[in-house]
């Protein structure tokens, strides 16, 4: 979750020097998007026209502004607002949510965890991200939260995202399961001191 317009945890990345996925790779960050999209989908029990709800569009570091680009999470949601061209009226205005995909960060951890995969690790990510969505479009969480109440929506999303994908039958998923449960444990502990 980040602040509208602009990333929250992080400063905009200087460095010249990134990686973005080759482009033999985004056929699969497609398909991890369109996965997203159904698995999501089906879970909210939403239809076709109900993901026209909730605007928000996915792409990926080389098509980010750069003050959509941040170092270290592997996305993050910007909420825009838009309002359509033929009205002058702030009550046709709606939220835009950008999911801005951050390459360098996400190809760097699967060098580190040879384990991990990348179509089970993006479908992971962008599930994740859209459960955001979706909490966010319904009011379910609003989008500027304490840090504590961003704490305690990371820890829900992240359990959502697990059951949403546990019986996912992809091979690779257990290992990126394996992968989030050690975070899931981490803010378990923190919760547990706080």
């Known amino acids: 979750m980040k602040a509208e317009g602009e990333p929250r945890s992080a ?3 200087a460095s010249p020097a990134f990686r973005l ?3 033999e790779q985004m056929p699969l960050v497609a398909q991890a998007v369109a996965m997203a999209e159904e698995l999501v989908g089906n879970h909210y029990k939403m239809t076709t026209s ?3 709800r909730p605007r928000y569009d996915v792409r990926t570091f080389g ?3 750069p ?3 941040i170092d270290g999470p592997f996305a993050q949601i910007i909420r825009y607002h ?3 061209r033929s009205t002058e009226l702030g009550s046709a205005g709606y939220d835009f949510y950008k999911i801005c995909l951050q390459d360098p960060a996400i190809l760097e ?3 580190r965890h040879p384990g991990l995969r990348l179509l089970p690790f993006l479908l992971y990510i962008l599930v994740h991200e859209l459960i955001h969505v979706v909490r966010f479009s319904r009011f379910q969480m609003g989008f500027e939260a304490s840090e504590e109440e961003r704490l305690a929506e990371e820890r829900r999303v992240h359990r959502e995202t697990h059951a ?3 019986d996912v039958p992809l091979e690779g998923m257990r290992e990126v399961l394996e992968f989030y449960a050690d975070w899931r444990r981490a803010w378990d502990r923190v919760e547990e001191t706080s």
């Open 109 to 111: 951890t699967l060098d």
């Open 50 to 52: 109900g993901w026209q």
């Open 63 to 65: 098509d980010l502004e």
């Open 21 to 23: 996925f080759p482009p």
């Open 82 to 84: 838009g309002r359509p």
């Open 67 to 69: 003050s959509e680009r």
């Open 11 to 13: 400063a905009p990345s």
């Open 164 to 166: 949403v994908l546990h």
